[in-house]
């Protein structure tokens, strides 16, 4: 898939792509548990998924989208009725999680044990990606729909504008269900090919361990960060975006 070609460049190596928590995987594992996802849920136009901070929902994503279907992120913290809106809006018949729940759809929990060589269909350019829902500030929660086109598009444009290479280590802690955390901060890196390191939480002591080169975070994360002097000065090597 176009939109995991800097993932495709790391799969000659054995180092760890992404970590997240204490889960990491390398690109072969990444590759091989998605593609056990793709094959589940392969004929479903559209697949919701329960995005927690966890490499499930990573995987969860990127297998709904190399079976072609158009990915819904659900917030894990949206109660019944925003989640039922979601849900209904988007047409979704199934929804994948890290573990079983309870929802107004069939719930296909994501096991990180099993893996699959086989391959799927290139998506369109023009095929859908993403439908990311709104915060429903002023109504319904309202879903915005992201192109393959669209999503690669805006990733290239910013790892131009941020001198995002291959060789960064991109750290955060950001949600998985914003644009921010899950499109530019797990696809972009992806795309890119750099290492991945999300922190579960956007905490500020986990951001030093880390020692990434890249940072994602929103203002209320650095304000954190600038309020601890001993955290901010082990940042020096990091560009924040």
């Not at 309202?142 to 086109?149: D, E, I």
Request: charged content about 20%.
């Amino acid at each position: 898939m176009r939109l995991l070609a800097g993932l495709a460049r790391r799969t000659a190596t054995a180092e760890e792509t992404i970590r997240i928590g204490a889960v990491t995987l390398s690109p072969e594992r990444l590759l091989a548990c998605a593609r056990a996802v793709a094959d589940d849920v392969r004929g479903e136009p559209v697949v919701a998924v329960h995005a927690t901070a966890s490499a499930e929902t990573v995987v969860a994503v990127i297998g709904a989208m190399l079976a072609g279907a158009a990915v819904v992120p659900v917030p894990p913290d949206s109660g019944p009725r925003e989640r039922a809106h979601i849900l209904r809006d988007c047409g979704a018949r199934l929804m994948l999680a890290a573990t079983q729940l309870t929802a107004e759809v069939d719930v296909h929990p994501v096991d990180l044990r099993r893996g699959s060589d086989n391959r799927h269909p290139e998506p369109a350019p023009e095929h859908t990606a993403l439908i990311m829902y709104t915060s429903g500030t002023t109504g319904a929660p309202k879903g915005a729909v992201l192109s393959h086109r669209a999503v690669e598009a805006g990733i290239d444009a910013l790892a131009d504008a941020w001198a995002w290479q291959p060789d960064d280590l991109l750290v955060h802690g950001l949600p998985l269900f914003h644009v921010h955390g899950l499109v530019l901060g797990v696809l972009g890196a992806l795309r890119v090919g750099c290492r991945l390191h999300h922190t579960a939480r956007p905490d500020p002591d986990a951001y030093a361990a880390a020692a990434g080169t890249l940072y994602f975070g929103v203002p209320t994360v650095w304000s954190r960060v600038c309020a601890q002097p001993t955290v901010a000065t082990r940042l020096p090597s990091g560009r924040s975006r």
